[in-house]
């Protein structure tokens, strides 16, 4: 009864105040940076086809512990739109680890805090799906929910594997296996293989607009995972997918 509320309080404010400020961010405030993208010609084809589109996660220059709230995936998102007309559906992580030693604290995150980011996000309809940390307990809509939104509303995804992120890309920090927990499931259920597109961001290390940040968005070539791929071989093909575009980009 409790989570039942919480979730019809954070739908209504999110419809009343979420999507606006969502929109604002999306639009007049990344206008505010200077942005300089490559390989919009790869885009095209999410108009005919979603796609799932990856990239890496840049972590902030200020605040010490990184929040997890970066304005990275606005600039994404505001790019594509602009070049396709197309909206995107981003999945991001709304929870944090578990401190060992605060259970107090864990569990008014786990019955408070997360109820309502989640409805907040919920509310906002399909630009936005919510991922938790622990995958076989919290996380069991998660694949559904990204194949919904690929199949039956025609929607790409933008996932960033890299939970962790840096001010630029670093191809050591771990990847999650979320995408090839994507790709295994379609394929169990002979649904159609989705293509893939690689972004490296740079530069989305702050959310103060000042007039010399430059950020550079750079979008890959769309491709399909092989056949049978491995856990390990699709997190070597992302690393390198993304490595190559951050090489073309410095040269």
């Given at each position: 009864m409790f989570s039942e509320k919480i979730e019809n309080v954070s739908?209504?404010?999110?419809?009343?105040t979420l999507a606006p400020i969502l929109g604002y961010l999306r639009t007049d405030y990344v206008e505010k940076f200077n942005v300089k993208t490559y390989g919009i010609e790869n885009l095209k084809e999410?108009?005919?086809?979603?796609?799932?589109?990856?990239s890496n996660h840049n972590s902030l220059v200020e605040g010490g512990d990184d929040s997890g709230t970066r304005p990275d995936h606005l600039f994404i998102f505001n790019q594509i739109y602009k070049t396709t007309g197309e909206k995107i559906t981003i999945v991001g992580q709304?929870?944090?680890e578990k401190n060992p030693k605060n259970k107090i604290l864990n569990d008014v995150q786990e019955k408070i805090i997360l109820p309502i980011k989640e409805g907040f996000n919920k509310s906002i309809g399909d630009d936005l799906i919510p991922v938790r940390n622990n995958p076989k307990k919290l996380n069991r809509n998660f694949i559904s929910d990204v194949n919904e939104i690929l199949d039956l509303n025609k929607r790409s995804i933008l996932i960033f594997p890299?939970?962790?992120g840096d001010i630029d890309y670093n191809p050591e920090l771990p990847f999650q296996s979320?995408?090839?927990?994507?790709?295994?499931?379609?394929?169990k259920q002979e649904l159609s293989s989705v293509p893939l597109i690689p972004v490296y961001v740079h530069g989305c290390d702050s959310w103060k607009p000042y007039k010399n940040q430059q950020i550079e968005i750079c979008?890959?070539?769309s491709f399909y995972f092989p056949k049978n791929v491995t856990k390990n071989e699709v997190e070597v093909i992302m690393r390198d997918k993304i490595l190559k575009l951050k090489e073309s980009t410095t040269k």
């Open positions: 739908n209504f404010v999110g419809k009343k999410i108009i005919d086809k979603p796609h799932i589109i990856f709304i929870d944090y890299q939970v962790v979320g995408i090839f927990h994507i790709y295994k499931t379609r394929l979008f890959g070539e």
